[in-house]
Every structure is written in C-alpha cells, then in structure tokens.
C-alpha cells in the first residue's frame, strides 16, 4: 500500500497519543471542471492527489465522504443574493449578454465563465461545510476537503481564481457549535476573502502567511490587525521571496503556540495552498513538501477539532505530492518515498518521488527581520485580555442531511464464491477502477469488508473497505483492491454475511438562518 514500515505507522497525536478519526471529502466529477485553456487554475489537480491516496491506500483509513451539492440559499448565508443568481444563470454562451454583470462581478480572465460553473461552486463549497458537520456533530476529529480552500471570494465579486467563499461558508457552519474559530492560511497569497469576512469579531481569528509587496492581492500588512471588536484578532505575516523550511517552522510554530494559549480556539481551520512549495508556477516561496506539511502536523498535535483545505498551487505534480502525503500526516501514517503505480504516474518522472526538496534559491528574509515580524505579533497577542466568549442566544439551525434508503439485502441474488487465484489472470482493462456513485443517481453504494486473517460480518469496523458501485460484478474485484498482501478467500452477499449497505448522504433540509442571523453570530451586529 507504500506505508513506510520503517518509519513506524504513527506521527505525533500530541500527549492524548490517540489516532484521530478522519472524514475526507472528494467527487469524482471535480477533476472535470476547466477554467480554460492556459488558465493556471486546474481542478484536475484535486483528481491526481486523490489517486496518490487512494493508491497509497489511505483510504483505507478515513471515512470517505461525497460532498452534498449546496443549495442556493446556503451560499447566501454569506454572498449576496443578486451574486449567486448570476453564477446560477451565466454560461459560456449566454455571458455576452451580460457584460455589466460581469464586470460588477469581476468575472472575465482570472475568473472566466466555463462550463459547468455554478456545479463546480456547489461541489467545493459543499465539501467543506460538509466537513464543518463532521466536526461539529464530533462525527471527526479532523476532516478534509482538497477542493476547498479558495479564500479570495468575497461577498458580492470573484477574486483570485475564486468564485464563493467555502471557508467563509464553513466557518459560519462551526460557529452554530464552536464559540472560537482560528483560521490559518500558510498559502502563497494572502487570504484576503476570509479576513475581510471576520474582520470586525472576535469570534474568529484569522493568522495568515503569505508574500506581500507587489504580489497579488496586496494586502495583509503587518499593521492589518482587525478593527473594533475584532481589533487584535487579524494577525498577517508578511514575507519575501525565497523563505526556506527553517525560517518558516521558526515562525510559524511559535506564533501559533501562542495564538493557542491566548485564543484558545474551539476548531481550527488550516488553509493549504500548496504554490508556497518551492517551484510552484506562480510562487517564490521555496518549501518543501515536509516543510509545508510540518503546518499540518503541528497543528495536529493539539487535539483540537481541525478541518484541512485545499486552496493554490499550480505545479499541479507537486500538489497533488503534498495533499497526499498532508493526508498521511492527518490520519497518522508516514509513507514510502517512493510513488505508487497510479493513473498518473509518468506526471511524476523522472525521480518518481513523494517528495519535492527546496531549491537553490536565495533566502530574502533575513534572520533580523523575521524576529521583528514574529515579536511584533507575540506583542500582539498579548494585547488580548481575555478569551471571547458568547452570551446564551438561541443557535441557527444545523445544516442537516438526509439518509437515503438503504437497499434491501434480502432482495439481492447472491454472488459465487471465489477467490483471488481463480482470477489472477484477468487483463488489467478487465480490472475495474474503483470509484464512486453519483448521490443523484441510485445513490446507494456497496461497502465491501474484507480481512487478511479472519471473515469480517456486517457491522464490525476493522478489515479493509473499499466502496464499489452496485455496476461492477464482485467477481471482478480482486487484487485491485490493495490485496498483494493479503489472503481473499469468500465473499458473498446477504444481511449477514461480508457484504453491507451504505448510502450517500444528500442534503434535502438547508440551513434557513439569515444573513442578519449569521452577522449577528459573528459580532458583526450586536
């Protein structure tokens, strides 16, 4: 499965030393959405990091979770209303005809109108609030969304490659649970969207890193720290160009240390772009995969609930290469250094590695500077008196989502034994790839339980899962699924046999708090 063995299957849990229980959140279908031709953006990225986890065999490990398409009124939670009916109602071939709306909107060459826009948002942005459910029903100790992350949205325009605020989204989502949120962002870019968004309560403290100067956005500047009562609860790092693994890690860990001693957060939000890796095609930072993931773990080790998200990163090789091995991190396994056979291999050549070192580049943060950066922000921290809390007021609805019905195992004909000799000379294109149902389609998908050592009945959780569409035939399944180690000798189907049910999750029952409500719920109206 490429776990390293050597290097032992756990990472620091911090002094719990419990595993966490991880929710992953991915749709197939993300891969497919283009910006357009030349566009530096490619959620195709989301796919090869997917396939390194999958053929790592992370999965293995999480809850694997299919977002639930957001509604309409649940983006207007936070954007306006006029915003959201035009990305509902734009499209390639009608965009001519609403040229104002664009330019009001700030759609056009960094956000352009593609096919399938308003799915695309619905899909990423349903990905993270489904992750802030997970935390909030305590159903996960950290979730992730690889698709998410786009923090440059704002309430009433695109910005930066980014078309709604899923962070925006899914903070306001945990505050319904959570009196304090800390979002981190450690992408290139400054996270302008989500700063804006808090930038008057206390409720949610926002750190972010990033290269200021003459740099997209061009804001976040050492003096940007929040006003009236979100005043203190903003905290910007500015850097230069070329910042190295060490100079980050001396930044980064102390000022966190810190911000989690005064704030006290009840969740975290982690924001990973990844075009602060050393090579990225729009980045100057020069990190490694471990240096950027060394973020993660840290944060990992404080046993607070904690949701992962993607965000830049336009070396899509080296994307793919740090969410993946970020996943480790998360759910607490180290991996082999050397790359699985995957889909996507030969975009990983010539050294076919997990990881990507720095490059030779200068450093142009000097050892000076950064201590000035990171003693300012300790002064600024210590400016806060007291933990915020919240009066009693009555909480906004959950977002909710509704179980489909599972399928009738009785009515299922059962399938012949058999086992992985009797099929080991099938072609690979006879082979079936495991993938995922559409929740809008049957809806319901089979779990397969299987074990290397004994016959695992319905219900019970060790053995390995793998989710298989009800199309493929279960006499095809064999050494795909993570078996070369392992011993596969009878499956069948039936309530009580080795066969379960499960189904997606797809939301019927939407959050009807206003945006006055969620204001409120944020300090912004008292």
């Not at 949610?204 to 804001?219: I, L």
């Not at 030969?346 to 990507?356: A, Q, R």
Request: net charge negative; with cysteine.
């Amino acid at each position: 499965m490429g776990l390293d063995d050597e290097s032992g299957s756990s990472l620091p849990s911090g002094t719990d030393a419990k595993k966490r229980k991880v929710s992953y959140f991915y749709d197939s279908e993300i891969g497919n959405y283009y910006y357009s031709q030349g566009h530096p953006m490619k959620p195709h990225r989301i796919r090869m990091a997917h396939n390194l986890v999958l053929n790592y065999g992370l999965l293995e490990c999480m809850e694997v979770c299919k977002p639930n398409l957001l509604e309409s009124n649940e983006f207007r939670v936070f954007h306006a209303d006029d915003y959201i009916s035009f990305l509902q109602s734009v499209t390639p071939e009608t965009q001519h005809e609403q040229l104002r709306q664009l330019k009001r909107f700030n759609v056009g060459e960094d956000c352009p109108v593609f096919d399938g826009l308003y799915s695309f948002c619905q899909t990423y942005a349903g990905g993270s609030v489904g992750a802030a459910v997970k935390l909030n029903n305590k159903e996960s100790d950290i979730s992730i969304n690889w698709s998410g992350g786009l923090h440059h949205a704002k309430k009433c325009e695109a910005s930066g490659f980014c078309y709604v605020n899923d962070i925006v989204l899914a903070i306001l989502e945990l505050l319904k649970w959570h009196q304090r949120v800390l979002y981190i962002d450690i992408d290139i870019h400054h996270g302008d969207g989500v700063e804006e968004a808090f930038y008057t309560t206390d409720r949610v403290m926002t750190v972010s890193f990033h290269k200021f100067g003459d740099y997209f956005p061009g804001t976040g500047h050492l003096k940007d720290v929040g006003y009236g009562k979100g005043k203190c609860y903003s905290l910007n790092v500015p850097l230069n160009d070329g910042i190295d693994d060490e100079s980050y890690k001396n930044l980064f860990r102390p000022i966190i240390q810190k911000v989690m001693e005064v704030y006290q957060p009840e969740a975290v939000v982690l924001q990973c772009g990844a075009d602060s890796l050393s090579g990225d095609r729009l980045g100057c930072f020069n990190l490694s995969v471990k240096g950027h993931a060394d973020c993660v773990r840290f944060l990992r080790s404080f046993n607070v609930p904690l949701m992962l998200l993607g965000g830049g990163g336009y070396t899509i090789r080296n994307v793919a290469r740090c969410w993946c091995y970020e996943t480790a991190v998360a759910v607490g396994v180290e991996l082999q250094d050397k790359l699985p056979i995957n889909e996507y291999y030969e975009y990983f050549g010539p050294d076919y590695t997990l990881h990507v070192g720095p490059s030779n580049m200068e450093n142009q943060n000097s050892a000076k500077e950064l201590a000035k950066i990171r003693n300012t922000l300790l002064e600024q921290l210590k400016r806060i008196q007291h933990v915020p809390s919240v009066p009693f007021q009555e909480r906004p609805p959950d977002t909710k989502f509704a179980e489909e019905e599972e399928e009738d195992l009785e009515k299922r004909t059962k399938s012949n034994k058999w086992d992985a000799e009797s099929h080991s000379s099938e072609s690979e294109d006879q082979k079936p790839q495991i993938h995922y149902t559409d929740a809008s389609e049957k809806g319901v998908v089979r779990r397969l339980v299987c074990s290397p050592t004994k016959q695992i009945k319905s219900g019970e959780e060790n053995g390995i899962g793998v989710m298989i569409p009800d199309h493929v035939p279960l006499h095809k399944i064999h050494n795909q699924l993570y078996s070369e180690n392992h011993s596969w000798t009878e499956l069948k189907t039936g309530p009580e046999e080795f066969l379960r049910v499960t189904s997606w999750s797809k939301s019927v029952v939407s959050s009807q708090n206003s945006l006055a409500q969620n204001l409120t719920l944020c300090g912004h109206l008292k």
